[in-house]
């Protein structure tokens, strides 16, 4: 058995990134970009205005107040998208609307609600200062300019910010494809009745949902019978047509459970078959190439617990994120909590938020199978490997769960 | 103008929960619950073994010790799946597997790593409790009892507590449909050339991103040229086939901002036209029968803080979600910050973590152009209307964005 650490470390070594693909910038939403993109253009191209109002001559109104207004003459208008070929001169105004281009020779532009306007004679009582609602060429970013680095998230900010400059599209790490392979004779479909000692298969569906969540496909083999040559058979078609393959139950030390044995047999390379991880702990790691094979605990609880601890940061490493996993803060608790020592304890909880502290209040029991525990949580704390029962007040380490 | 928090009182009272539609339980992820869900069956079915091991009648271990084993007789083996028909006599035992049912008789399950066995003879050397490894029928839900809210947001464990429920599909509120009305002349699609006076369409695909992330469907109009009778024509269209129309761009004073009058024409009811948020401020809010309509500037940081803050809300709400806009928490300023009094000031900042406390640092021009800006920060800093410049070591309300 070892720890959550090195359990990490040692799937961490055997994570490789994606190869790359380039897709339409759409379809790029909220994956890892796997270039530097650079500006094409200055950005805005022009001096731009920032308003609705009048483009003028900023040293026009050096000597303006309330008693002295400066006067313009309205040459014309230039709204966004038009190109004034004119040159404005000294005492001659245009007016422009927000995001048109200036005309040459104006340098600041005075709002609409702050100007008095008779035909075609304009009258401002304010010194306007140079560069007033101008916003510069190339204030935002200049050709050549390093604009978005290779690694960061594309958000929709990044998907308006790459079509600003231009790119249709752009290289991002492909999604792994994982497949499932879900064993336990004693699992029905969701639509079935309990007969004597059934349950109904829900850990396909908990994986999917997860697989899903984290923008990576699903090849779904769906309920494998405990029978060895059969889930030979379906353990080398997944490692064949998926980059990760994860199985739930049959990890265990029973008689029916044949999945470490049938890795050994067609040549995988076990790393390790036991994590210190409560709810979880009989968790199979191999690699068979360059593919990743997770065996998992069949219990709900386990299940999840285990795939978002360990698999989810190798699904994310392949897709080019950190391999890593943040979000922890502190949290207060408000009962007591009984825990062994031994194991990583992952203790699923409300956690509720008061003037910028987290408190912990127990939902339920942690029992490895109660999915209903885990709903009636949004958040985790969790208690160190050598530590036991924890009490009302101590502070320990918690994340949301999503 | 008004400020943000009547603004956003305003679109509440005019918008609805969308009606309810039945979904395959896969395709509710990340949706919002529109029933009770009640367990058709008590959850285990049966009273389950935890663990591989031996089930046995506890009482025969009441005297045992390391000097004094207990010896049982093992009678069988029982899978996950399995249903024993034989009764369990006292000094007999069932080899028996994590997940199967109990035979009739035995009230516990010693683990096999704890027990010795020789051939058919089982030795155990230590007092086993009642329901020591078992799960008792019923333990996590009963029949009838209410298992998961209506209201309920749709997370993994929740499409796994459906399935193990017998639920394949479940009542969920529909998504709504954001119709996409972009305007601007100056607007060139993403792979042209910038010539004079143009900048690309980004809004658009900001939109799209935004929409897309809340599980919404876009109707994009695409760029509709500043032409009154075209936009009218549009905007009619969009409000017949979506339940929310978002444009950007034309909500300004200029004499191409087209939106407002086109609004009043069609019958609109106009709630309000302008709201004290910066980047932002002209933001129209229409309702026309049932469907509302927001009019966003089209400057992209304007675009993207007033959808966050003003439509993001009535999208969630149709989909059943709570109105509201969490996730505020108090962030400590690391530089000063410029601003004036009169709107409420979303600046955008690189907030770090450290030791449970959050700081604020800048990231570049808050220009409302600059997407550049956006696109380096990961989160908001925001500045109340009626405060003007903050400064180092001030505390303000902050939150991520995604």
Redesign the interface.
């Known amino acids: 058995m070892i720890d959550v650490d090195n359990a990490l470390n040692i799937i961490n070594e055997n994570t490789k990134k994606l190869p790359l693909e380039k897709k339409d910038?759409?379809s790029c939403?909220?994956k890892i970009l796997a270039e530097d993109i650079y500006s094409k253009?200055d950005?805005?191209?022009?001096d731009?205005s920032?308003m609705?109002g009048y483009a003028i001559k900023s040293d026009d109104t050096r000597n303006c107040d309330a008693e002295n207004a400066a006067e313009f003459e309205i040459k014309g208008?230039i709204?966004?998208?038009?190109?004034c070929e004119d040159e404005l001169k000294s005492g001659e105004a245009f007016?422009i609307?927000?995001?048109?281009?200036l005309p040459k020779g104006a340098d600041a532009v005075i709002e609409?609600?702050k100007v008095e306007v008779k035909g075609s004679i304009l009258k401002v009582s304010q010194i306007v200062n140079k560069d007033n609602n101008v916003?510069k060429l190339g204030?935002?970013?200049k050709v050549g300019e390093l604009?978005?680095n290779r690694g960061?998230k594309i958000?929709?900010?990044?998907?308006?910010?790459?079509?600003?400059?231009?790119?249709?599209s752009v290289n991002v790490y492909k999604s792994p494809t994982v497949a499932l392979i879900i064993t336990?004779?004693?699992?029905v479909s969701?639509?079935?009745?309990?007969?004597?000692?059934?349950?109904?298969?829900?850990?396909?569906?908990?994986?999917?949902?997860?697989i899903?969540?984290l923008g990576a496909k699903v090849l779904s083999l769906g309920v494998i019978k405990?029978d060895k040559d059969n889930l030979r058979e379906k353990i080398k078609y997944a490692l064949e047509n998926a980059d990760i393959v994860v199985s739930s139950?049959g990890a265990?030390?029973?008689?029916?459970?044949f999945i470490d044995d049938l890795l050994k047999e067609i040549g995988a390379d076990i790393k390790f078959t036991s994590v210190a991880i409560k709810p979880g702990k009989p968790v199979t790691f191999a690699t068979y190439e360059e593919k990743l094979f997770f065996s998992l605990p069949?219990?709900?609880l386990s299940l999840?617990t285990t795939f978002q601890e360990l698999v989810k940061p190798a699904i994310e490493k392949m897709m080019g994120k950190q391999f890593e996993n943040k979000g922890e803060?502190?949290v207060i608790l408000m009962e007591d909590f009984k825990a062994k020592i031994g194991r990583k304890k992952y203790i699923y909880v409300e956690i509720k938020?008061h003037d910028?502290k987290y408190y912990a209040y127990k939902v339920g029991?942690q029992?490895?199978?109660?999915?209903?525990t885990?709903?009636r949580s949004n958040g985790i704390i969790i208690i160190p490997e050598k530590c036991a029962n924890v009490k009302a007040g101590e502070v320990l380490n918690g994340k949301f769960?999503?």
Chains 1, 2 share one sequence.
Do not use: C, Q, W
Request: glycine share 10%.
């Open positions: 910038i759409l939403l909220n253009d950005l805005p191209p022009f731009k920032a609705d208008s709204k966004a998208g038009d190109y007016k609307m927000t995001g048109a281009p609409i609600e916003v204030e935002e970013t604009a978005l960061s958000r929709p900010v990044e998907i308006g910010l790459l079509a600003s400059l231009g790119y249709s336990g004779d004693e699992l969701i639509d079935s009745k309990l007969k004597r000692g059934k349950i109904r298969n829900s850990n396909e569906y908990s994986l999917k949902a997860l899903k969540n405990d139950g265990s030390v029973g008689d029916y459970d069949g219990n709900p999840i803060f502190p938020e910028g029991s029992s490895s199978n109660h999915l209903m885990m709903s769960i999503l």
